[in-house]
Every structure is written in C-alpha cells, then in structure tokens.
C-alpha cells in the first residue's frame, strides 16, 4: 500500500505561483508513476502531469509551459511547481500513483489540496 498526502494548495492571485507537495510513505516511490489531476466544481477529473520512474514528463496541453513536475525518491515527495496561474487552474488538485500508468486508472490517490486562482 502507497498512501499519499498533498499540501501546498490555497488562494492565489491570477498570474500567481504554487507549489503543491505529495509526500508518499508505505513504500517506496522510485518505481512508481507519479501523477497530479484535477476535478474543477462541476467537471470531471482530469489529467495535469506525470513523471516516470525514469523522470519522463507528460503534461496536459492547459498546463505546458507553466507547470513542472518534480520527483524526490529520496524524500519520497512529487512536486508540481505552478506558475502563471489562471482563474480556471482552480480545482481540487490530486495526487496519484501506479506502477504502469496513471492515466490509465491509478492504483493510489491521496485526498487532494485545493488550489483556488483569483481573477
């Protein structure tokens, strides 16, 4: 079991930086996919970053250019810095992780951290 705790979300004007944490504890992430999603109010979740065990990166057209995605395996902690925030960057961001694939249904989710963007 891979249990996962984000942190780092809040109220952020437009134009604004963040960066959310996911620290992981249960096992070790090294081999891990580590991914960030994101459910807006009425919409469903959907699909912002992920980096491979190797350190391969994909991202969500909406979000490249302005957010990164990090890994420590050491810490056992993924990052997502966000800059250039946008009033429609705000969501419940999660965390998640699998040992193929996080966009094809992740295994682990953690409880999300709200990141609100004002106009």
């Known amino acids: 079991q891979v249990q996962l705790v984000e942190s780092g979300g809040g109220l952020v004007q437009a134009g604004g930086s963040l960066r959310l944490s996911c620290a992981a504890s249960g096992r070790t992430i090294s081999r891990y996919v580590m991914g960030w999603f994101r459910q807006a109010p009425g919409k469903e979740r959907e699909f912002v970053a992920a980096i491979g065990w190797n350190g391969g990166r994909t991202y969500a057209d909406s979000v490249k250019g302005r957010f990164t995605i990090s890994r420590d395996n050491v810490k056992g902690t993924v990052y997502l810095q966000m800059n250039s925030l946008k009033p429609e960057d705000t969501a419940v961001y999660y965390c998640?992780?699998?040992?193929?694939?996080?966009?094809?249904?992740?295994?682990?989710w953690g409880q999300g951290t709200q990141v609100t963007v004002s106009s």
């Open positions: 998640s992780a699998d040992l193929t694939s996080v966009t094809m249904g992740a295994a682990y």
